[in-house]
Structure formats: structure tokens, C-alpha cells
């Protein structure tokens, strides 16, 4: 499975961006899929997960209410809608993917890893 990341961008604190992830191979349904981020000089924190029936979704504190994680099977792809940016949440964005169920949060719980986008967020 590889991934490919997009949707990063330039947008003023209050837009929105929305991020894909589209991984290659057959098997996209049976893959949980979590989105993280990397804003300079921090470590690589958990932003979103979704189970792989889309069922089930997990957010980190400082993006609940405002970021939304989908995903279409139909066309093998996962989405993170950001809504209500704010410049902390500038960062390289990387989606993940598992075939485990277990661990959305955590780095450990994804084996494959996207290339990451950039999202900046100007005040």
C-alpha cells in the first residue's frame, strides 16, 4: 500500500482546507486510516481516525467540532475537512494507514505513511 497526500495549502485563519489521502492497492476497505501532524520544531501528533467501515471516528481534543474525517470506499479515498483554521494548526499533515483495528491514536498503531502536505494558516 502507498499513499499519496494533497490539499495542503495557504489560508487565513477561519477558512477551510480539505485534505485527501488516496492509497493505491485493492485493499483500501479493510484499512483504518488516520490523519497526524508535524508543525515545526514539535513532535508528530494524532489529528483524526476513521475505522475501516467509516463507522467509527476518533479527533484529538484541539480539533474536535472542528475538523471532520470521511472516507469513500467507492472511490479509495480518505478526507479531512478542516473548518475554522487556526494558525497553530499550520503543520505537514500525513495520512497512515493499518490493517490493525487497534491503536488510531498512536504512531505505532500505523504501519504505512504518506509523503505529508503542507498546511499553513496566516493570522
Known amino acids: 500500500v502507498q499513499l499519496q497526500a494533497s490539499g495542503g495549502g495557504l489560508v487565513q485563519a477561519g477558512g477551510s482546507l480539505r485534505l485527501s489521502c488516496a492509497p493505491s492497492?485493492?485493499?483500501?476497505?479493510?484499512?483504518?486510516m488516520g490523519w497526524f501532524r508535524q508543525a515545526p520544531g514539535k513532535e508528530r501528533e494524532f489529528v483524526a481516525a476513521i475505522s475501516w467501515s467509516g463507522g467509527s471516528t476518533y479527533y484529538a481534543d484541539s480539533v474536535k467540532g472542528r475538523f471532520t474525517i470521511t472516507r469513500d470506499n467507492a472511490k479509495n479515498t480518505v478526507y479531512l475537512q478542516m473548518n475554522s483554521l487556526k494558525p497553530e494548526d499550520t503543520a505537514v499533515y500525513y495520512c497512515?494507514?493499518?490493517?490493525?483495528?487497534?491503536?488510531?491514536?498512536?504512531?505505532?498503531?500505523?504501519?504505512?505513511w504518506g509523503q505529508g502536505t503542507l498546511v499553513t494558516v496566516s493570522s
Open positions: 492497492g485493492r485493499t483500501f476497505s479493510r484499512l483504518k
Open positions: 497512515a494507514a493499518d490493517f490493525r483495528r487497534s491503536d488510531v491514536a498512536t504512531m505505532t498503531g500505523y504501519d504505512v
